[in-house]
């Protein structure tokens, strides 16, 4: 009988021990101020990393791909918070080159207000709207474009996508050099397109919180996601009225978030 | 203040038990070594404050203080693809450890860990974390204690039932860099959790014979450390199975094999979950006991059998314990 006494005493202690202490901290902090957040774009290829030039990857069109080169152009960025409000990060300053071959991999957003952000709109290139602005309308940008092999000229406009390498297949046995530079062509062909990701946990920003959203993006989307395209058909692809577009809604494929860093001034 | 007042819990606990003891027989532990199989808490990789599911005591669970090494190997993935590089790392643990009974019944173990751990990254570069982990107090109190057998027949038994349970608390007295947690490598580089941490554990024994066979079973309730990371709960539990040989030269060998395992909640940081955190990893162990005199030694190794942690990010590759102890 007395065992038991001492054991109720016991598991009682234990028990307002464990209680005293889960009422402890964890106050959740009001967001407020501004800050920037980093987006991370992390290059794939079917869930492999992509290396350039020493990898081959094999899609299931059967074609064995050699990848020399993979850029593109991420805008408008527009981050929408757990209500639904919606932030739009200044056009003018909404223009990025991601480019695996000059690591040109992470995008920073600045002063962007405090909140927390559960979902991301973005585009894939250059709308018209920018691109009727004149090149004296596209500031810095044009030469980052131009620089980064983005560009074909100014009256044919920007590539979105330029994505390069050598290929095999089935009936092309010899490596053959394969191009596909996406893009709107002028003002006559939009492939402008946008795409939102939801983030898998929700991006803290706040004074003293500066998160990073770190993209996984998949390659191989490219000309294996929704419509196959064969390089064996056609190696190389500019302008395409039907395979670009095909391409550009591919492309929107890409983009997935495979994690969000909360966290202030933290490195990646 | 809290703080305060849940740490002082296990001195409370054991004036309140120690003013209603009553006296028994003082040899009923010492009779054989299988009564008692001690309370065995785990850290996940650097930063808990024992190590490696080698557990708060010994097969043969006598009092003592002394001095226990843990090395820990695991390698993490370095980047979120299927070829992403593996990072080795390496979890050295150096601790005073000791059991100190308090009544008859009721006995308080304490550790100290200091910790000394690397990485290497495939880029040829390294980093190590050093310094003192996180202190542990546990206090155990025994519900089951093997009677001890008397002169006729009637007074023995040879089935011999021993249950304690007990809790305590995990101090963060190691420091926790936030900065280490960042990336996707390894979540607990780290040598303190930076938490408060709240410890049930419960312990079953029998022993026939000269065999003995011990189960283990305890939970760790994390909470969120100051700079708002909350590492996920913990269960734990183990089975062993032993047996004791006497030698003339030797007082003691218990050779012991069994299995242990851990099963982890996931991460939160501010408040949010940390996806791909959460994980399960059971070893298979195998070690022995020596005894000399006052002097007990040991060793024992861990094998994982079956592991998922961190979405199969971070693998356990082995473990190894050494120990040498003075009986109180």
Not at chain 1, 78 to 99: H, M, Q, R, T, W
Request: hydrophobic content about 40%; some cysteine.
């Amino acid at each position: 009988m007395k065992t038991i006494i001492k054991l109720q005493l016991l598991i009682l202690t234990l028990a307002l021990s464990v209680i005293s202490c889960s009422s402890d901290d964890d106050a959740t902090q009001e967001l407020s101020g501004e800050n920037n957040l980093t987006i991370e774009f992390d290059n794939s290829v079917n869930g492999d990393d992509l290396l350039l030039g020493t990898s081959s990857y094999t899609n299931s069109n059967g074609e064995t791909l050699t990848i020399n080169r993979f850029n593109y152009i991420v805008s408008n960025f527009v981050l929408i918070d757990a209500e639904g409000n919606e932030y739009v990060y200044p056009k003018d300053d909404s223009y990025f080159v991601v480019s695996e071959e000059e690591a040109m991999n992470e995008v920073v957003l600045e002063n962007i207000p405090a909140g927390d952000y559960v979902a991301m709109r973005f585009g894939v290139g250059v709308d018209q709207e920018k691109y009727l602005q004149g090149a004296e309308g596209q500031g810095d940008f044009l030469q980052i474009a131009e620089e980064t092999e983005m560009m074909w000229s100014w009256q044919a406009g920007y590539k979105f996508l330029n994505f390069e390498g050598i290929f095999t297949s089935a009936t092309v046995t010899e490596a053959t050099n394969f191009q596909i530079h996406m893009g709107s062509h002028g003002s006559s062909l939009d492939n402008y397109k946008e795409v939102t990701v939801e983030l898998p946990t929700t991006a803290l920003v706040s004074e003293s919180l500066s998160p990073i959203v770190h993209f996984a993006v998949d390659a191989n989307e490219i000309l294996d996601g929704n419509t196959k395209i064969l390089l064996s058909e056609k190696a190389v692809v500019m302008i395409d009225e039907v395979k670009s577009p095909q391409i550009a809604v591919n492309a929107t494929g890409m983009f997935r978030v495979d994690h969000v860093h909360n966290g202030e001034n933290i490195e990646h | 203040m809290l703080k305060y007042i849940s740490s002082c819990f296990i001195l409370l606990a054991t004036l309140m038990v120690n003013a209603n003891t009553p006296i028994e027989d003082p040899i009923a532990s010492a009779v054989n070594p299988f009564y008692k199989y001690d309370y065995e808490e785990c850290d996940f990789c650097g930063c808990g404050s024992t190590g490696g599911g080698m557990g708060y005591g010994t097969i043969g669970n006598e009092n003592f203080i002394g001095i226990r090494y843990i090395y820990q190997r695991y390698q993490s993935r370095d980047g979120i693809f299927n070829n992403s590089p593996w990072v080795e790392e390496n979890f050295n643990t150096l601790q005073l450890w000791g059991k100190i009974p308090v009544t008859e019944k009721l006995s308080v173990t304490a550790i100290l860990p200091y910790h000394f751990h690397n990485r290497n990254f495939v880029d040829g570069s390294s980093q190590s974390i050093n310094g003192i982990g996180d202190l542990s107090v546990l206090a155990f109190y025994s519900l089951i204690t093997p009677k001890v057998d008397g002169l006729y027949a009637n007074q023995q038994t040879s089935i011999k039932h021993m249950l304690e349970i007990g809790g305590g608390v995990k101090m963060p007295t190691g420091a926790y860099d936030r900065a280490n947690n960042e990336g996707s490598v390894n979540p607990s580089f780290q040598v303190g959790t930076g938490s408060w941490d709240y410890i049930l554990a419960a312990n079953y024994s029998v022993g026939y014979e000269t065999w003995g066979l011990g189960v283990l079973a305890n939970y760790t309730f994390k909470t969120e450390n100051n700079v708002d990371y909350h590492f996920g709960n913990q269960f734990t539990y183990g089975v062993n199975v032993s047996k004791v040989y006497n030698t003339l030269s030797i007082d003691k060998i218990i050779p012991y094999a069994g299995l242990a395992g851990e099963v982890y909640a996931e991460n939160e940081s501010y408040g949010l979950p940390v996806a791909d955190t959460k994980g399960n990893v059971m070893f298979a162990r195998l070690g022995a006991e020596i005894s000399f005199g006052k002097l007990g030694t040991g060793v024992n190794v861990m094998l994982p059998v079956y592991q998922s942690l961190n979405a199969g990010n971070v693998e356990a590759k082995y473990r190894l314990g050494l120990h040498l102890n003075y009986m109180l």
